[in-house]
């Protein structure tokens, strides 16, 4: 195929992922007034974090190819299956980075995960690594994606960063530290000595002497228990419960949290969801 053909391709398949979407499928409100059926090139270009000028030339058949940390975003922003991620970078001539390191979240779990923007809930790779999160999962545990680097992983910034355990009473900081290790164990022997999971651990290893007593205990399939408790700074002590979602062929997992109707927890996790639509709506001004 020839240069031009595959940016006209290219150009044809973005309007058609586009054009499949409501704004109801990714989080989005529909305005009483809405005529488009599919999503805005405005709406696109927020999701995927690059300008709308860019959008439109690339549907159009116009513009420079793009890179491939703006295939993932087109790929995250317009909720791609992973054969379509695949097909999407294959049109630009580059092959699609491979699983797990390309940390695609697979249009299943974030069509769910469009659904609870209200509720506490987040996307997990492996080491630790947040993928995605919603607004009120911001509100409750931060903004775990900002972070680069090692400082990706929560099990790094947990033996690394005293501040990550902040909203985690000290009771259950032991237990904590013992199952991000074996999780960790886990991961290493899952996705290889090269993988993000063993540059995280043999970074550890030179830099927590905690950490270091705990990997030479070679303890493995500890998990997290279900209900988990916080000392928030703003609303105060919630015992939540975590539900998991884990998707075995990418090793992903999504959490959502959620406190028993009636309880203290209840309303302050309420309270947090509320501060979590603020911070949605400051988002998409």
């Not at 030339?57 to 299956?81: F, I, M, Q």
């Not at 899952?190 to 651990?201: E, K, L, M, N």
Request: with cysteine.
């Amino acid at each position: 195929m020839s240069p031009v053909a595959a940016k006209a391709e290219l150009g044809a398949f973005l309007r058609a992922r586009r054009d499949a979407l409501r704004p109801e499928d990714v989080g989005l409100r529909r305005g009483p007034h809405r005529r488009a059926g599919g999503l805005r090139r405005e709406e696109v270009a927020e999701l995927c974090a690059i300008s709308v000028d860019y959008v439109g030339r690339l549907e159009r058949g116009g513009g420079p190819w793009p890179s491939s940390e703006v295939l993932a975003a087109l790929a995250r922003g317009l909720r791609l299956t992973s054969a379509e991620r695949d097909h999407l970078f294959s049109l630009c001539g580059r092959a699609a980075p491979l699983s797990p390191a390309a940390e695609h979240i697979d249009a299943g779990i974030q069509r769910i995960l469009d659904r609870l923007e209200d509720t506490p809930a987040q996307v997990m790779g492996q080491a630790g690594i947040t993928l995605r999160q919603t607004p009120a999962a911001v509100a409750l545990l931060g903004d775990e994606t900002a972070y680069r680097g090692l400082a990706r992983s929560g099990a790094y910034r947990w033996f690394t960063d005293p501040a990550s355990r902040d909203l985690y009473p000290e009771r259950d900081q032991e237990e904590n530290s013992r199952v991000r290790a074996s999780m960790l164990r886990e991961g290493v022997t899952r996705y290889g000595d090269r993988s993000f999971s063993a540059q995280v651990v043999t970074a550890l290893l030179g830099h927590s002497d905690e950490f270091r007593e705990l990997w030479h205990r070679n303890e493995v399939g500890l998990r997290f228990p279900a209900e988990k408790h916080f000392d928030h700074p703003e609303v105060g002590a919630l015992d939540l419960y975590c539900q998991t979602l884990i998707d075995a062929d990418c090793g992903q997992v999504l959490l959502v949290f959620t406190a028993a109707p009636g309880s203290d927890s209840y309303d302050r996790l309420a309270l947090l969801s509320v501060v979590g639509r603020q911070l949605l709506d400051d988002r998409t001004r």
